[in-house]
């Protein structure tokens, strides 16, 4: 870092750079974009940074992102509680979400799934009136793994198990997987052997 920045220029260009995709010249150029701005305008861009570090934590029912003790799907009265389906990251919920294909609840894992690391498949409360799991981890090792892990726990309560139709690419994540290949996906969904 040149010392032709003032030391808090120097650390704003600094933060930028630990953004993802944000090189040094990015770096540079939203830093003093900001400086430019609108001071209003900058602010609400603090805010907002701010508000989702203290306004954002996990639904108590389904570990999915709220701003409330339940997220907007769970407190939807148009949803199907008697499927959930089981997604890896909040992000997986937003991808299945923009196809507009889904009408049941969410399971959300979160963190770092890999079947012997801990994840206790305890967590997902399967209580009678639920009748389908619907498995949608990533279609790659981790994942594959995740879901076999998950319903081989489930087996015993003798609740349908389904997972996502194999349209979507192995090896590739719910999250960039485009809208049509999840909801063939989601339609296309087959019993989980
Ligand atoms: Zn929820």
């Known amino acids: 870092m040149t010392t032709a920045y003032t030391q808090t220029l120097n650390s704003l260009i600094e933060e930028f750079t630990k953004l993802p995709g944000v090189g040094p010249k990015s770096a540079q150029r939203l830093a003093f974009y900001i400086l430019k701005a609108d001071t209003k305008e ?3 861009l603090a805010e907002a940074i701010k ?3 203290t306004k954002i934590k996990r639904c108590k029912t389904c570990y999915n992102l709220a701003e409330n003790d339940e997220c907007n799907i769970c407190t939807d009265p148009r949803r199907d509680k008697s499927m959930i389906c089981v997604v890896e990251q909040p992000k997986d919920v937003i991808s299945l979400e923009q196809t507009g294909a889904c009408k049941w609840v969410y ?4 963190g770092h799934i890999a079947p012997l690391e801990g994840l206790e498949p305890g967590d997902l409360t399967i209580d009678k009136l639920v009748s389908e799991v619907i498995m949608a981890t990533n279609p790659n090792m981790a994942g594959d793994g995740t879901a076999l892990y998950i319903s081989s726990h489930l087996k015993a309560t003798g609740v349908k198990i389904t997972r996502l139709a194999r349209g979507l690419p192995s090896g590739t994540t ?8 999840l909801s063939d996906a989601i339609t296309g969904r087959v019993p989980l052997e």
């Open 174 to 181: 719910i999250e960039y997987a485009s809208g049509k290949i």
């Open 42 to 44: 900058a602010m609400r």
């Open 51 to 53: 508000d989702v570090k």
């Open 107 to 110: 399971h959300v894992l979160g």
